[in-house]
């Protein structure tokens, strides 16, 4: 691939050198869902044109309502957080604060989003369900259900598409980069970038190279994502080697399906369980309410996926709770009910 300077834009580092990143202006999003909109959130808060695609405008204008949702939040985050570490001061350390002193805290804590910043945010996102929007993008984060055969549908119509230059990303948790770059006739801009839910507020991406990605695409990208920054922290890219489940998924599948099979043997009920995760192994969350909030229909198809590729930590005897749970529907927070209930959830 012939190195285009003209693409490139030179930044200034930590050391007071500079190196050459990807300018990415125009960024094509195709899935709408839990995934697909919470990445448009962050490209779009990052000053960059988005635009995002489903298979139709229902979907698409549920996906704009849901960023316009998280982007009310951050507004509120902001809005607050004066008042919080007010309230925090002087219940932590037992003190009244003059007036004064409120003040600065206030003019050093002062929102850096409100609504107008939100207005100009939410006017960087197009919603679409045609593929015109896609000719001139300079990367695409595929965000589509895990099922390999319409992933490579799906990157051969991009490849048809996009212009040439564009790099080509999935967000998949488990799959080959390799497979589903063999759809396309730039296997070398095709890479994996996965982010995880909600990537709003966790701020890690797992690059992931195929066996043709070329060294200039993974550099490309790592280097674009450490520009980026979610509602919290700035974004923090790892090369990780195509492997099934890659690194997170591989390590937290384990403990999942080890929970899993403590529950399904009794020996506590699932809400102890989570206690015990939380109250004596540190964890934010416990894992059946993670299992929720990443949703029980990704979790089985993350592990049929791992099963077919045989890679992992498989267990000797199978766990059946996951497989009972996703034909029952009940994929966790996102219908309403999964281990636990969720009545305020919207379902349609």
């Known amino acids: 691939m012939i190195f285009n300077q003209s693409r490139y834009v030179e930044l ?21 869902g839990a995934m697909g909109h919470q990445i448009a959130d962050i490209m779009a808060l990052n000053e960059k044109q988005v635009i995002i695609k489903d298979v139709n405008m229902e979907l698409v204008n549920k996906a704009l309502r849901n960023v316009e949702k998280l982007l009310d939040d951050l507004v509120g985050f902001h809005i607050t957080k004066a008042d919080r570490e007010i309230e925090r001061i002087e219940k932590q350390d037992g003190v009244m604060l003059t007036e004064e002193q409120k003040k600065k805290i206030r003019e050093r804590l002062r929102p850096t989003y409100d609504e107008e910043r939100k207005k100009e945010i939410m006017s960087r996102i197009k919603g679409t369900e045609s593929w015109d929007g896609f000719r001139d993008v300079d990367l695409v984060v595929e965000a589509i259900a895990e099922n390999i055969d319409a992933k490579k549908e799906l990157f051969r119509r991009l490849d048809e598409i996009c212009p040439r230059h564009a790099i080509l990303a999935t967000n998949t948790s488990t799959l080959s980069i390799t497979e589903i770059a063999s759809a396309t006739q730039r296997p070398q801009r095709v890479i994996g970038m996965h ?3 909600p990537p709003v507020t966790l701020p890690l991406i797992e690059v992931i190279a195929g066996l043709e990605t070329s060294e200039e695409t993974v ?4 280097d674009f994502a450490q520009t980026l920054r979610n509602h919290r922290y700035f974004m923090q890219p790892i090369c990780v080697k195509e492997t099934p489940g890659f690194l997170v998924n591989r390590i937290l599948g384990a403990m999942l399906r080890e929970a899993f099979a403590c529950y399904e043997e009794n020996v506590a009920s699932l809400r102890d369980i989570d206690l015990a995760m939380k109250a004596g192994a540190g964890m934010p969350m416990g894992p059946f309410e993670l299992a929720d909030l990443i949703g029980i229909d990704i979790l089985y198809q ?11 930590l498989l267990q000797q005897r199978p766990i059946q709770i996951i497989k009972r749970m996703y034909y029952a529907r009940r994929w966790g927070r996102k219908t309403g009910r999964g281990f636990y209930e969720y009545p305020s959830v919207e379902t349609g």
Request: glycine residues 12%.
């Open 12 to 32: 200034p580092t930590e050391q007071g050198n500079s190196h050459m990143v990807l300018f990415v202006k125009k960024i094509g999003v195709v899935g709408a």
């Open 195 to 197: 982010f995880f839910n």
């Open 302 to 312: 993350v592990d049929e996926s791992m099963k077919r590729m045989q890679g992992g």
């Open 219 to 222: 550099n490309d990208i790592i």
